[in-house]
């Protein structure tokens, strides 16, 4: 018998373009897709790293709630910047989030993301209970 795929979307208007959901629930497992500081198609705290990670993890956990999960839920986040250098501002927002949950965290700098504006973009996967 197939699990049942729970699909979130955000109303960005490239999901469909481009074939995504924020999250996909399937069973007790959350899958949150690569999420960045993007507010009405515009990026938010351009050049604040720390601001960008804030309002990223603050998206993530609404997609997580429409999902029937909670940031403590999380067991592991991916996180991408375009410069390895700003981490500590990146790691401050994360940990000031994820503090008492300590999820498995990877995090890897890359050449560029969607919008040069964009210095972060993170990733999110949690099990329920």
Same mark, same amino acid.
């Given at each position: 018998? /197939? ?45 604040? /790293? ?9 998206? &993530? ?7 029937? /999960? ?8 991916? &996180? ?23 999820? /498995? ?8 993301? &969607?919008?040069?504006? !964009? ?8 099990? !329920?209970?």
């Amino acid at each position: 018998m /197939a699990t049942e795929r729970l699909r979130i979307g955000s109303g960005a208007p490239w999901e469909h373009e481009v074939g995504y959901s924020r999250a996909v629930r399937v069973g007790e497992r959350v899958l949150v897709a690569g999420t960045t500081a993007v507010v009405d198609g515009e990026p938010a705290y351009p050049g604040d /790293a720390y601001g960008q990670t804030r309002l990223i993890l603050e998206i &993530i956990e609404r997609a997580l709630g429409e999902a029937g /999960a909670q940031m403590r839920d999380v067991v592991r986040t991916r &996180i991408f910047t375009t410069d390895i250098a700003r981490w500590r501002e990146i790691g401050r927002a994360h940990g000031e989030v994820f503090s008492g949950v300590m999820p /498995a965290v990877t995090m890897v700098q890359v050449a560029a993301l &969607i919008d040069p504006r !964009l210095l972060v973009e993170i990733e999110a996967e949690a099990i !329920l209970d």
